[in-house]
Antibody, heavy 117, light 109 residues
Framework: QLQLQESGPGLVKPSETLSLTCNVS??????????WGWIRQPPGKGLEWIGS???????YYSPSLMSRVTISVDAPKNQFSLDLSSVTAADTAIYFC?????????WGQGALVTVSS | SYVLTQPPSVSVAPGQTARISCGGN??????VHWYQQRPGQAPLLVVY???DRPSGIPDRFSGSNSGNTATLTISRVEAGDEADYYC????????????FGGGTKLTVL
């Protein structure tokens, strides 16, 4: 059974880098023909795609966040990570990782990250 | 970038049919997906590729797509269907961006 689990600090200071990791079990992020991505949801607001990578190595980012986002992969640990730099209060959100092709069939439970001094 | 427009809210009585729209320029040419999100939970895929349902999703959930509007239809609405619903498309022709609609709050009266 596929499971995704986000982990990382729940509190980040303004101007610093937000870092989260998604641990995957039940599927291989480096060999399955899926994309693996990050989506966020500010409190009380809608969903926003951040970026995704394909198992072959290609990475895609939201145009609005591209300058601050990096998604990296640790294949031996079967996990992938999100780094979002120069954060502000507007980056406060629940961050989800997900497996997808055109649509996302599996999601993590989400991790709340608050940006505050 | 591509924009999807949903009504903020839809209300329906139990047993009736709810229809949630998702507007976008020539959306009829795209594969549209729908997610249900209950408070405090991750989104759940309820319809993909316009009209297909994942395993375990009741056939009360159906989708259609034509012209500039895609629609999620929920028949015989139950109290448990009360949730936020999001449409989504994947723009594979430009930058592989995922785009979500703003979400619709379904209230069961």
């Amino acid at each position: 059974q596929l499971q995704l689990q986000e982990s990382g600090p729940g509190l980040v200071k303004p101007s610093e880098t937000l870092s989260l990791t998604c641990n995957v079990s039940g599927d291989s992020i480096s060999s399955s023909s899926y994309y693996w991505g990050w989506i966020r949801q500010p409190p009380g607001k809608g969903l926003e795609w951040i970026g995704s990578f394909y198992y072959s190595g290609n990475t895609y980012y939201s145009p609005s966040l591209m300058s601050r986002v990096t998604i990296s992969v640790d294949a031996p640990k079967n996990q992938f990570s999100l780094d979002l730099s120069s954060v502000t209060a507007a980056d406060t959100a629940i961050y989800f990782c997900a497996r997808h092709r055109s649509s996302a069939d599996s999601w993590g439970q989400g991790a709340l990250v608050t940006v505050s001094s | 970038s591509y924009v999807l427009t949903q009504p903020p809210s839809v209300s329906v009585a139990p047993g009736q049919t709810a229809r949630i729209s998702c507007g976008g320029n020539n959306i009829g040419s795209k594969l549209v997906h729908w997610y249900q999100q209950r408070p405090g939970q991750a989104p759940l895929l309820v319809v993909y590729d316009v009209r297909d349902r994942p395993s375990g999703i009741p056939d009360r959930f159906s989708g259609s797509n034509s012209g500039n509007t895609a629609t999620l239809t929920i028949s015989r609405v139950e109290a448990g269907d009360e949730a936020d619903y999001y449409c989504q498309v994947w723009d594979t022709y430009s930058d592989h961006s995922w785009v979500f609609g703003g979400g619709t709050k379904l209230t069961v009266l």
